[in-house]
């Protein structure tokens, strides 16, 4: 890296120069030349110069270039020492989801680092078992199965937490955010109803109380849906609680949105139980931060009739409005200052076998 690009990196840095100013300024135009990073990186792994690492993931972070070409030198400078940079190099990783990283995240989170001594909460650790949380493959869960048993009380709770996230492919699992009173589920509106919902603590005259309204218990899905409150009509994202009592009835009640042939007579039999039901469930690919799919499935609970009305009037506990949380986190995760104790603790949510069957947990 020259000595002019690097002043221009710094002047990117500093916010004195914009980055169309840096596009046209720079030795090529990285967006169309993603490989030209790569190279300077390469460069910076090879001539271990600290600063020239930090000035090219900093690049890339800026335009978005990762891809998985740069999986191998990342791999290859998440392992050296002389560097800083490990941190934002594991959310990269985590990013990418290649099964070719699984190893160095791996010796990455069970490697102490000098400069990392003060770090208490071992983020560094905790982002590589992320990272190998949402690759999700069988080496990459039987990687957190190790972690899993370490004498580190924040490494071993981490990779537990992996592992029950992540589960075989296709794997039905309800996570959530629960006590033994509550059951939080989300729900994004535009303003006007939320400020309705906010104001009155339930929904008001804006809410159509005729139309079938879904609630979801995997706060990540509900921002993949939303596209963190950033899509139209649902710039709010508001955290209801709900009393288990009526969300263990809701589930009981559930008609599953695609025909299975192991639960259902008939295409008929489910046709008519679809068409009388109050509660229509459905099963999606769950989603990390970046929107992508993760191994388990997410579920959507699509209440009508008389099911709406007994989540507005006797179910409904308390409404937070969460918009501002939402896009603190957005902004965290767009500026590569993400950490995993801002997402809200979910865990799997106990379902009875009976009621399992009916939601096509269990065959």
């Given at each position: 890296?020259?000595?002019?690009?690097?002043?221009?990196?710094?002047?990117?840095?500093?916010?004195?120069?914009?980055?169309?100013?840096?596009?046209?300024?720079?030795?090529?135009?990285?967006?169309?030349?993603?490989?030209?990073?790569?190279?300077?990186?390469?460069?910076?792994?090879?001539?271990?110069?600290?600063?020239?690492?930090?000035?090219?993931?900093?690049?890339?972070?800026?335009?978005?270039?990762?891809?998985?070409?740069?999986?191998?030198?990342?791999?290859?400078?998440?392992?050296?020492?002389?560097?800083?940079?490990?941190?934002?190099?594991?959310?990269?990783?985590?990013?990418?989801?290649?099964?070719?990283?699984?190893?160095?995240?791996?010796?990455?989170?069970?490697?102490?680092?000098?400069?990392?001594?003060?770090?208490?909460?071992?983020?560094?650790?905790?982002?590589?078992?992320?990272?190998?949380?949402?690759?999700?493959?069988?080496?990459?869960?039987?990687?957190?199965?190790?972690?899993?048993?370490?004498?580190?009380?924040?490494?071993?709770?981490?990779?537990?937490?992996?592992?029950?996230?992540?589960?075989?492919?296709?794997?039905?699992?309800?996570?959530?955010?629960?006590?033994?009173?509550?059951?939080?589920?989300?729900?994004?509106y535009n303003h006007k109803i939320a400020d309705e919902a906010v104001e009155l603590g339930q929904f008001g005259p804006s809410f159509k109380i005729d139309r079938m309204t879904w609630i979801k218990p995997s706060f990540l899905w509900m921002m993949y849906r939303s596209g963190w409150a950033t899509k139209t009509d649902q710039e709010r994202i508001l955290a209801i609680d709900i009393t288990r009592e009526g969300f263990d009835y809701i589930l009981s009640q559930v008609v599953l949105s695609s025909y299975d042939r192991d639960l259902y007579a008939s295409r008929k039999e489910w046709q008519t139980k679809l068409q009388a039901s109050q509660v229509r469930c459905q099963w999606d690919p769950d989603r990390d931060i970046y929107g992508n799919k993760l191994p388990r499935r997410a579920v959507q609970l699509g209440l009508r009739g008389g099911m709406v009305h007994n989540y507005i009037h006797k179910w409904m506990v308390e409404i937070h409005d969460i918009t501002d949380y939402v896009a603190d986190t957005r902004g965290a995760i767009r500026a590569g200052k993400f950490r995993t104790d801002l997402l809200p603790e979910e865990t799997p949510y106990p379902v009875e076998n009976s009621i399992k069957r009916t939601l096509g947990m269990i065959q």
């Open positions: 890296m020259t000595i002019a690009e690097q002043h221009l990196i710094e002047q990117l840095m500093s916010g004195s120069i914009s980055k169309a100013d840096f596009l046209q300024s720079f030795t090529v135009d990285v967006v169309q030349n993603p490989n030209y990073m790569l190279k300077l990186l390469g460069e910076a792994y090879t001539g271990k110069r600290a600063e020239e690492v930090e000035y090219s993931l900093f690049i890339g972070f800026s335009f978005d270039l990762f891809t998985t070409d740069y999986v191998d030198i990342l791999c290859k400078l998440i392992g050296a020492d002389w560097h800083v940079q490990h941190e934002h190099i594991a959310m990269i990783l985590q990013k990418l989801r290649s099964p070719a990283s699984i190893e160095s995240l791996y010796q990455t989170a069970i490697t102490p680092l000098d400069y990392l001594d003060y770090d208490d909460s071992y983020a560094l650790a905790v982002k590589c078992i992320w990272a190998l949380g949402d690759i999700g493959t069988g080496e990459a869960r039987r990687k957190l199965k190790l972690l899993a048993g370490s004498d580190n009380e924040i490494i071993r709770t981490n990779a537990l937490q992996q592992l029950e996230r992540t589960a075989d492919a296709g794997d039905k699992i309800i996570m959530a955010h629960y006590n033994k009173q509550t059951v939080r589920v989300y729900q994004a």
